[in-house]
């Protein structure tokens, strides 16, 4: 497969970290995660976390459907940032997790609040992965050695050596703008405004992206973990109509903390009018907790915004499993 490259991406690597080229973004150091993770606690300013919960609705899915589906377009969230797309005959999972924890540790760390919607044994045969970025609700170890190395992987820079340390194979490393061909659907490794690293030693090592996939019939984004930032305008300016935007809600309190790497729902409509997209698919909400709002925020927030903006009809909030189809 020939990855082609496209010049017109500012710097963002200076020979041995990733950064954000964006006027949008402000560093947060190691110190700030301390102040979030500990001082906040201590204080009283971080709510506890026994705020309430989604409520899971068995048979949202068809997967004897989405196992025959080759023709047309579906889309079924299975949590968190795990997507199962169905488009121009291909089957595609974008970062997968189904495990119990998003952690490096089987016993501590983030733990799941809502099963996988679509559990792993009634996946239809995944022709592609997509991965956003390294961090463990993205990158999961378990998920991705399951799969092995039946499907294809894109990663951006630098993720490449982790799934090799897994025993992927099937992979293609790329950089911001770089595009390849997959089955006549064209790829676009596009930027987003996050950070990346698996341990406090490694922050910033490889690369975080969006996706942008346009196929014959349809166009779809992946957004990934993404701040507001200039890059939605530019990615609409360079590649045109987008029909489907995966965006994400949720992980965004406290602001002062979240706010350059984390969208809220207002971020995210805004990303939404920026890339003039058709359909917004709401992602990164109601599956782990990892940041301070209450958990059934992200989609209350979203629904109100967008029934004000009078756009409710172009937002599919999946319930988790749940899957839509192009009308
Ligand atoms: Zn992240
Ligand atoms: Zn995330």
């Known amino acids: 497969m020939v990855i082609q490259s496209q010049a017109s991406v500012p710097t963002h690597f200076n020979g041995n970290r990733y950064f954000n080229p964006f006027p949008t973004f402000k560093v947060r150091g190691n110190l700030d995660i301390l102040k979030w993770m500990i001082w906040d606690r201590i204080t009283g300013k971080r709510p506890s976390s026994n705020l309430a919960a989604p409520e899971f609705e068995e048979g949202v899915n068809n997967p004897d459907w989405l196992k025959q589906n080759r023709t047309q377009f579906s889309v079924t969230w299975i949590g968190h940032s795990t997507l199962l797309v169905q488009m121009d005959g291909i089957n595609i999972l974008t970062d997968p997790i189904f495990s119990e924890r998003c952690s490096p540790f089987s016993f501590i760390g983030p733990k ?74 064209e790829i676009i490794c596009t930027p987003a405004q996050h950070f990346s690293g698996r341990t406090p030693f490694n922050q910033n090592g490889t690369l975080w992206a ?29 590649y045109g109509t987008i029909d489907f935007a995966a965006l994400p809600i949720g992980a965004y309190a406290p602001r002062w903390f979240m706010k350059s790497v984390h969208m809220n729902p207002n971020d995210a409509l ?23 709002e209450p958990m059934e925020e992200p989609p209350e927030l979203l629904r109100q915004k967008a029934e004000a903006l009078g756009i409710a009809d172009r937002i599919w909030l999946l319930k988790h499993g749940e899957t839509k189809t192009q009308p």
Request: charged share 20%; no cysteine.
């Open 112 to 185: 799941r609040i809502m099963p996988p919607g679509l559990p792993f044994d009634s996946l239809p045969p995944i022709d592609l992965v997509l991965i956003s970025h390294d961090h463990y609700d993205h990158l999961d170890k378990k998920t991705i050695k399951a799969l092995g190395n039946k499907p294809f992987y894109l990663v951006p820079m630098g993720v490449g050596q982790i799934l090799r340390s897994w025993g992927i194979t099937r992979y293609a490393e790329m950089d911001w703008q770089d595009r390849i061909v997959f089955n006549k659907v």
């Open 210 to 238: 969006s996706w942008l996939l346009k196929g014959p019939s349809v166009t779809f984004y992946f957004g990934g973990d993404t701040g507001y930032f200039p890059g939605f305008a530019d990615i609409a300016r360079q």
């Open 270 to 292: 805004k990303a939404f009018n920026d890339l003039q997209a058709k359909i917004f698919i709401p992602i990164h909400w109601g599956t782990f907790r990892l940041s301070d």
